[in-house]
């Protein structure tokens, strides 16, 4: 089945802790990318990767990492969380246009 | 990109089509129609895209006037699993630069299908 997985689902952290959300599809698409969602905000574009080794900033991408050393894995990193990145955040892939698959959301929240 | 207008919210009885609006009236040329909804808190869902023509697939039709300015998506058959917010987003496919892939999301209609 054609999917977007996203891990974990749900995480609780402290400010300053490290974390890692995995991203990965298994649709062999070159494009990628995050986004996260916040009430009255709407999706915005986190980081984003057109191949391997190719990634690029989107609208909102202070506070964040992400690498492509794979084509199917697209993990976004948060090296010092705060409170202001406690959001509901989506991965995407496409193999081309803007018909983009979405995966179920990270809901994740900093104290 | 061409910027979007769709009514807050919308009610359909199950069973019936729902109607779902959106105006661009600033669409250029080459621009497509994409619609995509998102079930509560749930990722976004590609539905249907269109350019010129109206379009369908097993999910939904998608109805684009001549002069481009407006289009209507169409549910033919609304269950309550159709219940979601539903994004009307124009844009350039394949765009380079920095916009490129993003797509920008207003803030959509909540279609309420009920029993």
């Known amino acids: 089945e054609a999917q977007v997985t996203q891990n974990p689902r749900y995480l609780i952290t402290v400010t300053g802790k490290k974390l890692t959300v995995t991203c990965s599809q298994n649709m062999n698409h070159e494009y990628m990318s995050w986004y996260r969602q916040d009430p009255g905000l709407g999706l915005r574009q986190i980081y984003y990767?057109?191949?391997?080794?190719?990634?690029d900033k989107g609208d909102v991408p202070e506070g964040y990492k992400v690498s492509r050393k794979e084509k199917r894995n697209f993990p976004l990193i948060l090296e010092s969380p705060s409170p202001n990145q406690t959001s509901l955040y989506f991965c995407?892939?496409?193999?081309?246009?803007?018909?983009?698959?979405f995966g179920p959301g990270t809901r994740l929240t900093v104290t | 990109d061409a910027k979007t207008t769709q009514p807050t919210s919308m009610d359909c009885a199950e069973g019936r089509a729902a109607n779902l609006p959106c105006n661009h009236s600033t669409i250029s040329g080459n621009e497509y129609v994409y619609w995509y909804r998102q079930i509560h808190s749930q990722g976004p869902q590609y539905i249907i895209h269109g350019l010129k023509n109206n379009e369908t697939n097993e999910m939904a039709s998608l109805i684009i006037t001549e002069d481009r300015k407006s289009s209507t998506l169409i549910l033919p058959h609304a269950t309550l699993r159709d219940t979601a917010v539903y994004y009307c987003?124009?844009?350039?496919?394949?765009?380079?630069?920095?916009?490129?892939?993003?797509?920008?999301f207003g803030q959509g209609t909540i279609l309420t299908v009920h029993p």
């Open positions: 995407a892939s496409s193999l081309q246009g803007f018909e983009q698959y």
């Open positions: 987003i124009v844009r350039f496919p394949n765009a380079g630069g920095t916009s490129y892939g993003k797509l920008t």
């Open positions: 990767s057109m191949n391997v080794e190719v990634t």
